[in-house]
C-alpha cells in the first residue's frame, strides 16, 4: 500500500509540529513541575528563615536583586521546553526549503520523502522512537532525532489521511 502526499508548510503548521516534537512525556514533565515545586518549598523557608533571623524589613527584601535572578532561572526551567520550540520553529521556517513544496509515499515499509520524482530521503518505520498524532498532523521523531511531519491538507482527500493516520499508528511502535 502506498499513500503520496504533497503540499506546503504553513507557519503555524511548523510551530505545531515543533512543538509536538519537543513535548515532554507525562512523567517528565511531572518530574520537572516536580523538582520546581521542591525547590521553591525549600527557598522560601530558607528566605524566610534568614529573613526572621536578621529582621529584615519587607522593603529590604523586595530590594534584593538575587531574588529576581533565582526567579528568572526558575522561570526559565519551566519554560525551557515552550522557548527552545519556538526559537527552533523559528529557525526551522526561515529555512528555505521549509516554505518549498514537499512530495513524498508512505508505503508499508517507510516514509519516503521525493525531489524530482525520486526518493531524496527514506525513512524505515523502525527508525522512528517518538510519535505524536492529533486529527490535523503527524510529527515522528527518528533515532537520529530528525523530525518528520506532515499535515493532513497534504492529503488528497479525508480518506487518505485516516489511511496514513492508521499506517503510522500501526508501523510506528513507540515506547514510553
Not at 26 to 31: G, V
Not at 153 to 166: G, M, N, S, V
Request: net charge positive; with cysteine.
Amino acid at each position: 500500500m502506498e499513500i503520496r502526499f504533497k503540499g506546503v508548510y504553513d507557519k503555524p503548521t511548523v510551530f505545531k509540529a515543533v512543538a509536538l516534537a519537543n513535548k515532554p512525556t507525562r512523567k517528565k514533565f511531572l518530574i520537572r513541575a516536580g523538582l520546581v515545586l521542591l525547590f521553591l518549598v525549600i527557598y522560601t523557608a530558607l528566605f524566610l528563615n534568614t529573613a526572621k533571623q536578621e529582621g529584615l524589613t519587607q522593603e529590604e527584601m523586595l530590594r534584593s536583586p538575587r531574588h529576581l535572578v533565582i526567579a528568572l532561572v526558575i522561570l526559565y526551567y519551566l519554560f525551557q521546553n515552550l522557548l527552545t520550540s519556538r526559537l527552533a520553529a523559528s529557525a526551522l521556517w526561515k529555512k528555505p526549503a521549509t516554505q518549498k513544496e514537499l512530495s513524498g509515499i508512505l508505503s508499508n515499509h517507510s516514509l519516503a520523502y521525493m525531489t524530482n520524482g525520486k526518493i531524496s530521503k527514506e525513512f524505515a518505520w523502525e527508525k522512528f522512537v517518538k510519535k505524536d498524532v492529533t486529527p490535523e498532523l503527524m510529527v515522528l521523531v527518528s533515532k537520529e532525532g530528525a523530525m518528520c511531519f506532515i499535515p493532513s491538507y497534504f492529503f488528497r482527500t479525508p480518506e487518505d489521511w485516516q489511511r496514513a493516520l492508521a499506517l503510522v499508528n500501526e508501523r510506528v511502535k513507540v515506547s514510553g
